[in-house]
């Protein structure tokens, strides 16, 4: 009987058959295993799959890994690249979970990390140490949208020979390729927009050159942060229709940042798609396909704890959720979640107050989260 399936099936498995020691023995000596498998903590088919369309969309000549969450793309990352004694340099507007991850976890290994303002990073001569072998840097910082210039941080980091990885959980390959910025690996947390759909937990890392895409794979395997069959296939299924929420996600979003930035009771809106945006011209010459994607912060006017629980109270169609990207819209509290374990004189130095409200617009009809938004804001 011949099986075409259109769709990939899922490989529900731990472990695949070999007929004999001899097929065992050409498994582990074969280039790339000769397209067998062997146990899904290294490989699958689902994984592979996943694995290859996210390195086809960056142009990633050296594939990577699939992991079990995004935090586990970036301890792939920097178990790939660094060792005991290594340093990373970081700008200071950083997701709160890569900087708990790097700062509470990597130091007990002996790997140390610097935060330094993103607007003198570039001047990387400054900051790297004789060990710093990577830096670390968002597309859009995670919360307030700050908009890197990857081209000229990719070109300081060539200077001083050191790689860089670049995070665009918030862009998608649909808005950026950093790859061709001469980033040396770039990482998504699938969770996000690559999946699409708030349902599966996911991190894709992937690599400009052979050799540290095999070492990705390798660290991915020896760690066991390797993505499960189920979740590679769902993750697979979301990129079928990136192209297509990305187009949905950047016009809402930019409808509402409009419409929030002439609200009385909102005090700053950052979306690089406005024109009042400081990163806006940037964003326009670097951001693919006239997108700006999906994700803004608001200041209210009340900028205290009680006015932005007021406004998730209220809300309908943007409820209270720790995540992000996906088609339905929701919104976030970043004092509490995202930058929860960051030091509070930090926080408040990067803008990260009380009344700072993240929100993820999702794909429904703008109209509809216009007057949810009017009316959550008491307007």
């Given at each position: 009987?011949?099986?075409?399936?259109?769709?990939?099936?899922?490989?529900?498995?731990?472990?695949?058959?070999?007929?004999?020691?001899?097929?065992?023995?050409?498994?582990?000596?074969?280039?790339?295993?000769?397209?067998?498998?062997?146990?899904?903590?290294?490989?699958?088919?689902?994984?592979?799959?996943?694995?290859?369309?996210?390195?086809?969309?960056?142009?990633?000549?050296?594939?990577?890994?699939?992991?079990?969450?995004?935090?586990?793309?970036?301890?792939?990352?920097?178990?790939?690249?660094?060792?005991?004694?290594?340093?990373?340099?970081?700008?200071?507007?950083?997701?709160?979970?890569?900087?708990?991850?790097?700062?509470?976890?990597?130091?007990?290994?002996?790997?140390?990390?610097?935060?330094?303002?993103?607007?003198?990073?570039?001047?990387?001569?400054?900051?790297?140490?004789?060990?710093?072998?990577?830096?670390?840097?968002?597309?859009?910082?995670?919360?307030?949208?700050?908009?890197?210039?990857?081209?000229?941080?990719?070109?300081?980091?060539?200077?001083?020979?050191?790689?860089l990885l670049i995070d665009s959980s918030f862009t998608s390959p649909i808005l950026t390729r950093p790859l061709s910025w001469g980033a040396a690996m770039v990482w998504h947390s699938a969770t996000k927009y690559?999946?699409?759909?708030?349902?599966?937990?996911?991190?894709?890392?992937?690599?400009?050159?052979?050799?540290?895409?095999?070492?990705?794979?390798?660290?991915?395997?020896?760690?066991?942060?390797?993505?499960?069959?189920?979740?590679?296939?769902?993750?697979?299924?979301?990129?079928?229709?990136?192209?297509?929420?990305?187009?949905?996600?950047?016009?809402?979003?930019?409808?509402?940042?409009?419409?929030?930035?002439?609200?009385?009771?909102?005090?700053?809106?950052?979306?690089?798609?406005?024109?009042?945006?400081?990163?806006?011209?940037?964003?326009?010459?670097?951001?693919?396909?006239?997108?700006?994607?999906?994700?803004?912060?608001?200041?209210?006017?009340?900028?205290?704890?009680?006015?932005?629980?007021?406004?998730?109270?209220?809300?309908?169609?943007?409820?209270?959720?720790?995540?992000?990207?996906?088609?339905?819209?929701?919104?976030?509290?970043?004092?509490?979640?995202?930058?929860?374990?960051?030091?509070?004189?930090?926080?408040q130095a990067l803008g990260i107050t009380a009344g700072l409200i993240r929100l993820s617009v999702g794909v429904e009809e703008v109209e509809e989260l216009l007057a949810d938004l009017g009316q959550a804001l008491g307007g």
């Amino acid at each position: 009987m011949n099986i075409h399936p259109k769709v990939t099936p899922i490989y529900q498995t731990s472990v695949f058959k070999f007929g004999s020691l001899a097929e065992l023995e050409e498994y582990y000596t074969a280039p790339s295993h000769n397209g067998r498998y062997c146990y899904s903590r290294a490989e699958n088919p689902n994984t592979d799959e996943l694995v290859n369309e996210v390195a086809r969309l960056e142009g990633a000549a050296g594939g990577g890994v699939a992991t079990g969450s995004g935090l586990g793309g970036l301890l792939a990352a920097v178990a790939a690249t660094c060792q005991a004694g290594d340093h990373i340099l970081c700008p200071e507007e950083l997701y709160g979970g890569s900087v708990v991850l790097l700062t509470q976890e990597m130091t007990r290994l002996g790997i140390s990390t610097d935060y330094v303002p993103l607007a003198e990073l570039y001047d990387l001569g400054r900051w790297v140490k004789p060990t710093t072998r990577l830096v670390l840097a968002e597309v859009l910082s995670n919360p307030l949208l700050t908009v890197l210039d990857g081209p000229r941080l990719a070109a300081a980091c060539r200077e001083q020979g050191v790689k860089l990885l670049i995070d665009s959980s918030f862009t998608s390959p649909i808005l950026t390729r950093p790859l061709s910025w001469g980033a040396a690996m770039v990482w998504h947390s699938a969770t996000k927009y690559l999946g699409g759909h708030s349902d599966v937990m996911a991190g894709v890392v992937v690599a400009a050159d052979e050799a540290l895409g095999h070492r990705l794979r390798q660290v991915g395997t020896n760690l066991g942060l390797t993505l499960a069959p189920m979740e590679s296939w769902l993750t697979v299924r979301g990129l079928k229709t990136l192209r297509l929420r990305m187009r949905q996600h950047s016009e809402n979003a930019l409808a509402v940042a409009r419409f929030l930035a002439a609200h009385p009771a909102v005090a700053q809106v950052y979306y690089p798609g406005l024109e009042t945006h400081p990163g806006h011209d940037l964003a326009q010459a670097q951001l693919l396909n006239g997108l700006f994607g999906g994700m803004m912060s608001v200041r209210l006017h009340n900028d205290t704890a009680e006015g932005a629980d007021a406004f998730f109270q209220r809300t309908q169609l943007f409820p209270l959720a720790p995540s992000l990207a996906g088609v339905a819209s929701s919104s976030s509290y970043p004092l509490g979640t995202s930058h929860r374990g960051v030091p509070g004189e930090r926080r408040q130095a990067l803008g990260i107050t009380a009344g700072l409200i993240r929100l993820s617009v999702g794909v429904e009809e703008v109209e509809e989260l216009l007057a949810d938004l009017g009316q959550a804001l008491g307007g």
